[in-house]
């Protein structure tokens, strides 16, 4: 098939092309839209054919499950049959925003979308694209990030295209997103708050609003049980350029890789080009020393490298603070290290 590209203003979007596209998600299709973290590939929640439809696209595995964006109320009892107080209390402070809930669904949610699971995930996101389709679709819509099963999330709509092209209905183009990295993704049930993938909101903020302990849980995963957030496998949101996570500038690993006769990447802070340590086989990013800008850059900085035709990408390692929890995360599992204990 083609893919469509309708251009709108990230502010103001054509309520003719927004109609369209709520339109075309409405009859099953996919449509990719911007949010604020990465863009998402949208379906209507309620279809289940719709939803194989993902699966196939992303060639993403069915045990995976998807988050559904909403925006009304009426939205939000289509998806939820429970609503608890710490619910209410999260949704007041961040939505429309980077947090993502996980909560018992309703019978008529497809299966498919919470991977056989009794629990969906939900979010409001805070972008005008993503809250006008949303508002003249009326369905929930289920968006996973737009890009093939395990690459990098896209921040662009040709980063979408470079990677789903042909294989789905149409992209909105809203211009690049300003979170970057994707939400924060916390499961209610149990007792105690866990947060399941880190994300543009920390662990204190959320302690903070909740007024008790929040757990993360990102490690309490082995072969041997099932996923409890497969965004949580070692190996995901991969370029494919091999990258190493290094201690310090990055450098003398870089020299190093330069005197082996490698083509490097390097993504280290600002410093390094200040000290003008230019070569013909190095491509450098250098990077926000502040966490906020850092994620916005990331995975475009990433997308940008692997059309390079690197041997590899030597990444200087952020600093071991709550702020930085998410981007390392991420760093890592584009390593394909496991999540640090
Ligand atoms: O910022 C974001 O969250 C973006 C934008 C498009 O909203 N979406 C996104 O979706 O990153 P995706 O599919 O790439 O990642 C969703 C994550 C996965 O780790 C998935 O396992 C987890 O959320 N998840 C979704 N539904 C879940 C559920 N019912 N139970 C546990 N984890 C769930
Ligand atoms: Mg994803």
């Not at 049959?81 to 018992?104: D, N």
């Not at 009794?118 to 972008?127: K, L, Q, S």
């Not at 993503?130 to 395990?150: Q, T, V």
């Not at 490690?219 to 995901?236: A, C």
Request: charged share 20%.
């Amino acid at each position: 098939m083609d893919t469509l590209t309708w251009k709108v203003s990230s502010l103001d979007p054509d309520p003719e092309l927004i109609a369209n596209a709520a339109e075309a998600i409405l009859d099953g299709k996919l449509v990719a839209f911007p949010t604020e973290t990465v863009y998402g590939l949208g379906a209507n929640a309620m279809s289940a054919a719709a939803i194989e439809k993902l699966f196939t696209a992303k060639g993403r595995p069915a045990t995976n499950p998807i988050i559904i964006h909403i925006v009304t109320r009426a939205q939000l009892e289509r998806v939820v049959s429970s609503w608890p107080a710490e619910a209410e209390k999260l949704a007041h402070y961040f939505w429309p925003g980077p947090l993502t809930l996980i909560l018992p669904k309703k019978n008529a949610i497809p299966a498919n979308v919470t991977a056989g699971t009794a629990m969906v995930g939900v979010r409001v996101p805070d972008h005008p694209v993503a809250l006008a389709l949303l508002n003249k679709s009326s369905c929930p819509i289920a968006a996973p990030s737009a890009n093939l099963s395990n690459a990098i999330s896209p921040t662009t709509a040709k980063h979408v295209l470079s990677g789903l092209s042909g294989r789905i209905d149409a992209v909105l183009d809203g211009g690049p997103c300003k979170g970057g990295i994707e939400s924060t993704v916390l499961t209610l049930s149990g007792g105690v708050p866990r947060i399941l993938r880190p994300g543009l909101i920390d662990r204190p903020t959320l302690e903070m609003v909740l007024g008790k302990p929040v757990l993360e849980d990102v490690n309490s995963l082995d072969d041997t049980q099932p996923l409890s957030s497969p965004g949580q496998l070692p190996r995901h949101y991969s370029p494919k350029t091999p990258l190493e996570l290094v201690q310090g500038s990055g450098w003398l690993r870089v020299e190093r890789l330069l005197e082996a006769g490698r083509k490097v990447g390097w993504l280290t802070f600002g410093m390094a080009v200040a000290q003008d340590r230019s070569h013909p086989r190095l491509v450098t990013r250098p990077m926000p020393a502040d966490p906020v800008a850092y994620s916005t850059r990331l995975y475009a900085a990433l997308h940008e490298l692997d059309a390079e035709n690197l041997d590899r990408i030597v990444c200087a390692e952020p600093p071991d603070r709550d702020v930085w929890t998410a981007i390392r995360d991420r760093l890592k599992r584009a390593a394909g290290q496991a999540a640090e204990a």
